[in-house]
């Protein structure tokens, strides 16, 4: 059967891979992705289940799914042109996909379809970093956590812990780490960038406490405090924190095994071995 | 509702190069192509992005016109510009 091994929360901010390297492997961000990448290869993942929030770049207002999963033996990105990032090809899996997307559906979660697309930095900037030769395959579940109304904390955790099942009963001995991309607070290009960036961080508390929150293993304190109205306070893209809410439905209140705030920039990197 | 072409117009910056380029070289023939209300075309043309923010246009969308450089906005002046709106 088909395990958890782990769970890994990032950020999945475009400027950084052109930031690292400029600045080299000793800079911060470098660092710290480097410890979530050394996490990662000890889980010798198989899989990656990665939830993510698109910016508008694999679906569009035109037709925009709450949930949506990628079926798909490849797929490549970015889209949306970071500096210093190769389009990539990135392998996935169909067939588990498949899986979790009927038993997703039978729980109640209407995943949409999607078999021909492409992604954007939210994917593939992690990834860069952490897996740059491609060759652990790569499940994306999209959550819609830009665009109002977004799906409850509540929901997205369920449906994390309905994908943990469903991965719990796919019959291969796969080893699978699931990933959460996103901020928690990050105004990007909004009214509430700071002087002279293209972002900004309007509300740091709110980093601090999901924190704190992570560090004691405080899901539920966690789903109370994250309403909409929360995130969306804390900037326009701080419904990202509905990916990091999703990856915690592996996880349940397992303490993590480190947070790394950078709070200053309204995020951090985490870590859960699972056994 | 043509916030959403507008959003859609932002979109296609970042992604259709030639329609980029006729952005650069001639904003107000590179949109007509879209169906505007007035107020949005004046708007866009200006690069009045505090004015498109409160019509509803999406933040990291209109993102891609200073990025690109369309419209007379370059990152300083969408930075002075967008903060306005708040």
Redesign the interface.
């Known amino acids: 059967m088909a395990q958890i091994v782990g769970a890994l929360g990032v950020p999945h901010t475009p400027l950084y891979p052109a930031l690292v390297e400029r600045e080299g492997p000793q800079c911060e961000t470098a660092r710290y992705f480097a410890a979530v990448t050394s996490e990662l290869e000890a889980m010798r993942p198989d899989l990656i289940v990665m939830f993510d929030t698109d910016h508008l770049n694999t679906f569009f207002l035109d037709n925009l799914p709450v949930f949506a999963i990628g079926v798909t033996e490849t797929f490549k990105g970015p889209n949306d042109e970071p500096r210093a990032v190769p389009i990539y090809t990135i392998k996935s899996r169909a067939d588990v996909a498949a899986h979790l997307r009927r038993v997703a559906i039978e729980a109640g979660f209407d995943l949409a379809l999607a078999q021909e697309f492409t992604v954007d930095h939210s994917v593939v900037v992690p990834l860069h970093f952490m897996t740059p030769g491609m060759r652990i395959p790569v499940i994306p579940i999209f959550v819609s956590g830009h665009v109002p109304p977004l799906p409850s904390a509540r929901r997205c955790y369920e449906l994390g812990r309905t994908v943990t099942r469903a991965i719990e009963s796919w019959p291969e001995p796969l080893r699978v780490v699931v990933m959460g991309s996103g901020s928690f607070s990050l105004e990007v290009f909004g009214p509430r960038i700071a002087p002279g960036r293209s972002d900004g961080v309007p509300d740091p508390d709110w980093a601090r406490r999901i924190c704190a929150l992570l560090e004691q293993g405080a899901v539920s304190k966690l789903l109370e405090e994250a309403t909409q109205e929360q995130m969306l306070r804390a900037g326009n893209v701080g419904g990202e924190l509905l990916d990091w809410i999703a990856m915690l439905g592996a996880v349940g209140e397992t303490r993590p095994r480190f947070v790394t705030p950078q709070t200053e920039q309204g995020h951090a990197y985490a870590a859960w071995t699972l056994s | 509702m043509s916030v ?1 072409a507008v ?2 117009l932002c ?1 296609e910056v ?2 259709d190069h030639a329609f980029r380029a006729a952005m650069k070289a001639d904003p107000a023939a590179a949109i007509v192509r879209y169906e505007l209300t007035d107020e949005e075309r004046q708007a866009l043309l200006a690069g009045d992005v ?1 004015k498109l ?1 409160r019509l509803g246009v ?6 891609y016109l200073p ?1 690109f450089e369309v419209c007379g906005l370059t ?2 002046v ?2 002075e510009r ?5």
């Open positions: 959403y959003n859609h979109r970042l992604r505090a923010y999406n933040a990291f969308l209109m993102g990025r990152m300083p969408y930075n967008i903060r306005s709106a708040r």
